[in-house]
């Protein structure tokens, strides 16, 4: 049997890391979760089961970092990275951005970017 390596364990983590605000490590190479929705970046994919292995794949190949918006579906993204990797690896990052009104794309006031948090946390 052959000797797993960090190599094929750990393909994200050749690429190094990066440091987040000082406080916070991940990988460099990370998953821009916009393209597992549907067609313009709206509603659900063709395909969810396809989306959900894509992303337990990422993981499995190292990525611990994830980036999402509550405008990707809307919600659509967040929904199914929470149905592909609930509960979390310990070690997995999902960063989000809030704040658009699809489909104007207008960023909103501050209680806009509050209250997409608040429905963000009920969706993880």
């Known amino acids: 049997m052959k000797e797993k390596t960090e190599k094929t364990e750990n393909p994200a983590g050749l690429a ?6 000082g406080e916070l490590e991940v990988r460099r190479l990370g998953f821009g979760a916009m393209r ?3 067609d313009g970046i709206w509603g659900p994919p063709k395909n969810p089961d396809s989306a959900v292995r894509v992303l337990r794949r990422a993981v ?3 990525v ?9 579906g809307p919600y ?7 149905k592909a990797l609930a509960p979390y690896p ?3 990052v999902i960063a989000t951005k809030g ?4 489909p104007d794309r207008i960023n909103g006031p501050t209680t806009l970017v ?11």
């Open 64 to 72: 611990n970092f994830i980036d999402t918006a509550d405008s990707y």
């Open 99 to 102: 704040g658009w009104n699809r």
């Open 114 to 124: 509050r209250s997409t948090c608040a429905k963000l946390l009920k969706v993880a």
């Open 16 to 21: 190094g890391t990066l440091s987040l605000g």
């Open 36 to 38: 597992i929705t549907g």
């Open 76 to 82: 659509v993204s967040e929904e199914l990275i929470a």
């Open 60 to 62: 499995e190949l190292g």
């Open 90 to 92: 310990p070690d997995v």
